[in-house]
């Protein structure tokens, strides 16, 4: 069994900052792209910021400048910097990654979400 576990959210003020991580654990080859999906309340899952096996990223505009992504291939383990934290970050943040099980066998695979909120 495999799956992604997150940690690091919680309630903090604006223009503040949260570190968010995710660690896939289970009878993985290979850990291939991650990436930070949030969903706020009525509103579908966007995109935050993903990155390759290889460090390549891409980011939503909104979080552009603001956030960092980064991994650790050697402990499969995804990190997500957020700073200067705006209210409209608000949202549940979800991990994702694609895993490959053994060669020519691959899952796409969700965290259980981990809540943010900046409020004063």
């Known amino acids: 069994q495999v799956q992604l576990v997150e940690s690091g959210g919680g309630l903090v003020q604006p223009g503040g900052s949260l570190r968010l991580s995710c660690a896939a654990s289970g009878s993985i080859f290979s850990v291939n792209t991650m990436g930070w999906y949030r969903q706020a309340p009525g509103k579908e899952r966007d995109l935050v910021a993903e990155i390759t096996s290889g460090g390549t990223t891409n980011y939503g505009d909104s979080v552009k400048g603001r956030f960092t992504i980064s991994r650790d291939n050697t402990k499969n383990t995804m990190y997500l910097q957020m700073n200067s934290l705006e209210p409209g970050d608000t949202a549940v943040y979800y991990c994702?990654?694609?895993?490959?099980?053994?060669?020519?066998?691959?899952?796409?695979?969700w965290g259980q979400g981990t809540q943010v909120t900046v409020s004063s």
């Open positions: 994702h990654a694609i895993l490959t099980l053994r060669v020519g066998i691959f899952v796409n695979s």
